[in-house]
């Protein structure tokens, strides 16, 4: 069965400090990934999605860029973390069958 | 452009009774609906989906929804409301231009009371 890890589950990071979440994807081959922000508990925001390695669209213009190393890996990061980039952060993955299953998420407060 | 819409930010409903969260949609073509549920501090879980056939499909925990095309809606439904199916629901529709992205509507918190 497939799985999805994410980590870590919660960070603390003072603003100007770089960032680097993670998520792997585990019992599927080439699949869509995601990443996506939501706000105080509410919508979700996408970020970036990639149909392929080093293939990352943007949906947003922001302090954060996504890259993939690897086929079921994806990561999100930041050089220089703003206030602003404080949220609750999930990755997704998604295969033929349209359904995304998601993370369990990284809650992230810049200070 | 696809988008979805949930009227209500609050749905209270007495344990044992039927609950409904209020979606609706709005695409250019054949709509892919999607129902998910998210518990505090937690990803989203899908529910169910609709892509063709029936207008009523069944999901996971004992929750259906209703296609209506005529209305543009695809409420989520359940005979008989839990206290453990409070949470945070969220209504989506994918994206028709590709990459499966799905756009989700802001979320409807459901509270079930004792």
């Known amino acids: 069965s497939q799985t999805i890890h994410q980590w870590p589950a919660t960070l603390v990071q003072p603003v100007g400090s770089p960032l680097s979440l993670e998520c792997t994807v585990e019992g599927t081959s080439n699949p869509n990934l995601y990443w996506y922000r939501q706000a105080a508990g509410r919508g979700l925001q996408l970020l970036f999605y990639?149909?392929?390695?080093?293939?990352i669209s943007s949906e947003v213009p922001q302090n954060l860029s996504a890259s993939r190393p690897q086929d079921r890996q994806f990561i999100l990061s930041s050089k220089k973390l703003l206030l602003s980039d404080s949220g609750f952060y999930l990755c997704?993955?998604?295969?033929?069958?349209?359904?995304?299953?998601f993370g369990a998420g990284t809650r992230l407060s810049v200070l | 452009a696809q988008s979805v819409a949930q009227p209500e930010d609050q749905v209270n409903v007495a344990e044992g009774n039927p609950l409904t969260v209020k979606c609706t949609y709005s695409?250019?073509?054949?709509?892919?609906l999607f129902w998910y549920v998210q518990y505090p501090n937690r990803g989203l879980q899908f529910l169910l989906k609709?892509?063709?056939?029936?207008?009523l499909v069944k999901g996971s925990y004992g929750f259906e929804a209703e296609f209506n095309k005529s209305q543009t809606s695809f409420h989520l439904k359940k005979p008989s409301a839990l206290v453990s199916d409070s949470a945070l629901y969220f209504c989506?529709?994918?994206?028709?231009?590709?990459?499966?992205?799905?756009?989700f509507g802001t979320g409807t918190r459901l509270t079930v009371i004792p």
């Open positions: 990639s149909i392929g390695i080093d293939q």
């Open positions: 695409v250019s073509g054949n709509p892919y």
């Open positions: 989506a529709v994918r994206d028709q231009t590709g990459a499966n992205n799905l756009f």
């Open positions: 609709y892509i063709t056939g029936d207008n």
């Open positions: 997704a993955w998604s295969s033929a069958k349209n359904i995304q299953y």
